[in-house]
C-alpha cells in the first residue's frame, strides 16, 4: 500500500510539473514562427512592397504588399502558425493572381515583426492591419481573409470593422476545443494564454461569410469548420465541404478553387 502511495504521488508530482510546463511554453507549440533578419531580401515574381508599421507598445509590425495596377480589390490575409512571409508571400500568389491586391502580415515574433506576443496584442495588431489598409482601400474593397490559425484574428478583425467579406479556410470553433484534442489529459482551459474565440467574435459579423474546410484535416478537424458555421445566422454564410481535403492542400482541389474564384470573380 505505501508503495502504491508513492507511486501514485510520483505520477502527480508528474502530472502537475507536466502542466505547469507546458504552461510557459506554450507559445512554442502554438506559434511555430521563423524570424528573419531586418536585412533579408524578398524574391517574389510579382510586384509588391514590404510595409510597417509601429503597435501602441512600439512594436514593429511587417508586411507584404502586392500590388497591381487596377486591382479588383484588396484581400487582407491571416496566415497560419507556421515559417513566414518568406512562405505565405508565396502562398498568397494564389489571391494574387485572382486580380487583386494582397496585404499579408507577419504577427509578432514572425519574420521581421518583433514584439511581446498576447493575445490582446495579437488581437489589437490584427486590427490596426485592416485600419492601416483602410487609408487605401474602401470597406466595400476589401476581403478579411484567415487561415488556419489566423481565422480568429480575421474573425475578430470582420466583428469590429465592416470589410465586403470573410473568408475562412480551415478555421477552428475556438482555440481551446482545438488545444484541448491535442492535450486531453490537462485542463487546458485553466493553462490557456491564447483562446482565440472564433465562435463568439462571428456573432458580430455583418458581411457574408465563406467557410472552406477539408473533411480529412487532421490539425484542425473538419468538426470544428462545421460547427462555426453552425453558429452563424441563416443565409449569412455558406460552407464548402472539400472531400478528402486535408490542411495544407486545400488549394490543390478543383472544388476549392471554383468556389474561392467564384466568390472573388
Given amino acids: ?34 524570424s528573419l533578419p531586418q536585412d533579408y531580401q524578398f524574391e517574389f515574381a510579382t510586384p509588391f512592397e514590404e510595409v510597417r508599421i509601429s503597435a501602441q507598445d512600439a512594436a514593429s509590425l511587417h508586411a507584404l504588399h502586392f500590388k497591381h495596377e487596377s486591382p479588383k480589390g484588396l484581400i487582407l490575409y491571416y496566415h497560419g502558425n507556421a515559417q513566414s512571409l518568406r512562405r505565405w508571400g508565396k502562398v498568397v500568389q494564389y489571391h494574387y493572381d ?81 488545444a484541448q484534442r491535442y492535450y486531453p489529459i490537462f485542463p487546458v482551459g485553466w493553462a490557456l494564454r491564447f483562446n482565440f474565440k472564433s465562435y463568439e467574435y462571428i456573432q458580430g459579423v455583418s458581411c457574408p461569410i465563406y467557410i472552406y474546410h ?14 462555426l458555421y453552425k453558429e452563424i445566422q441563416p443565409g449569412q454564410a455558406e460552407m464548402v465541404t472539400i472531400p478528402e481535403g486535408e490542411h495544407k492542400n486545400l488549394v490543390e482541389f478543383k472544388e476549392f478553387r471554383d468556389a474561392v474564384e467564384e466568390v472573388l470573380e
Fill in 1 to 34: 500500500m505505501k508503495r502504491l502511495k508513492i507511486i501514485l504521488l510520483v505520477l502527480l508530482a508528474v502530472y502537475v510539473l507536466s502542466g505547469v510546463g507546458l504552461y510557459f511554453i506554450q507559445e512554442k507549440f502554438i506559434f511555430m514562427d521563423e
Fill in 98 to 178: 485572382l486580380g487583386y491586391d494582397v496585404l499579408v502580415m507577419d504577427y509578432r515574433g514572425y519574420g521581421k515583426s518583433r514584439g511581446k506576443r498576447t493575445q490582446q496584442n495579437l488581437l489589437s495588431d490584427a486590427l490596426m492591419w485592416y485600419d492601416h489598409a483602410a487609408k487605401s482601400y474602401a470597406d466595400d474593397q476589401i476581403t478579411v481573409y484567415g487561415r488556419s490559425l489566423g481565422t480568429g484574428m480575421a474573425c475578430y478583425v470582420a466583428s469590429q470593422r465592416t470589410p465586403l467579406r470573410l473568408m475562412l479556410e480551415t478555421p477552428y470553433h475556438d482555440f481551446k476545443a482545438l
Fill in 214 to 227: 477539408g473533411t480529412e484535416d487532421e490539425v484542425v478537424p473538419y468538426s470544428h469548420g462545421l460547427k
